[in-house]
């Protein structure tokens, strides 16, 4: 279908806002999905068009956030090999599963996520100190199996729909992993292209595109990538929880009014 300009400036001024706050936090396809559907496209069109038009704005916040990449390519590895199996899975369900399916769980998801990124500190301290008393600090490095079965149902998510997938991914992560949270965010806008990269490959031969769609998102969250890592990366960890909270609370919201 043919946009009109209006229509086409709405989606890129969607794509600068999703790609900018997926970078800082995730929920980017609760701003565009509203906007693809509101000019006409069928929900599976709209959503794996947005899903391939999000694949650039991930790469770009992941470039903007490299420096906090640094020293964490093993973790990225095995984090990206599972979420590339939980995305291609997501991907597959999308197709097969009707699309009401998740429509009670995604909340749910969403708002035990908020309650670990909320308890994040406490509860990681509470893991470390049963670990040192059990004797010593035996922390695995990547979370251990618990984090890996965690980011598997996380990206199937992600490949299924998205929505606040950086949110589950920020409060598993933060939990299982003693490490700062920015460089946990650098660790996320990989993981996500990842996801929304597989899925998007996987579309391509199975569903229909609205490629002018397509484009104006990636386009717009390229911008918005750059402009998220560059406020993301100067945020507290405090602050930057704060808003992790805030976006994930609107995106409850959001789905439970749709």
């Known amino acids: 279908m043919s946009m009109s300009i209006w229509e086409s400036l709405a989606v890129l001024a969607a794509g600068i806002g999703a790609g900018t706050i997926n970078t800082i936090v995730g929920s980017g396809t609760l701003i565009t999905f509203p906007v ?33 990449l640094r020293g964490q390519r093993a973790r990225v590895l095995r984090f990206g090999a599972v979420s590339l199996v939980g995305g291609l899975a997501g991907a597959i369900l999308l197709l097969l599963l009707p699309s009401d399916s998740f429509d009670t769980i995604v909340p749910v998801l969403i708002g035990l996520a908020l309650v670990l990124v909320i308890l994040q500190p406490r509860l990681a301290a509470a893991v470390r100190r049963r670990q040192e008393a059990a004797g010593g600090d035996t922390a695995h490095p990547d979370g251990g199996p618990a984090l890996m079965t965690g980011m598997l149902l996380a990206s199937a998510y992600g490949g299924y729909f998205g929505a606040a997938q950086g949110v ?12 700062d949270l920015q460089r946990i965010n650098a660790v996320k806008n990989v993981v996500a292209a990842l996801v929304n990269g597989i899925a998007a490959v996987f ?51 959001q789905l439970l009014l749709r």
């Open 36 to 68: 693809l559907l509101a000019t006409g496209l069928p929900p599976v069109t709209a959503n794996v068009s947005n899903t391939l038009g999000l694949v650039p704005g991930s790469l770009s916040g992941a470039f903007g956030y490299r420096k906090e």
């Open 168 to 179: 589950l991914y920020l409060g598993l992560m933060g939990l299982f992993l003693h490490d």
């Open 203 to 253: 579309f391509l031969f199975v569903a229909e595109f609205d490629w002018t769609a397509v484009v104006l998102i990636a386009i717009g969250s390229t911008i918005g990538g750059q402009i998220g890592a560059k406020v993301g990366r100067r945020l507290p960890p405090t602050v930057l929880r704060g808003v992790i909270v805030t976006v994930g609370i609107l995106a409850i919201v």
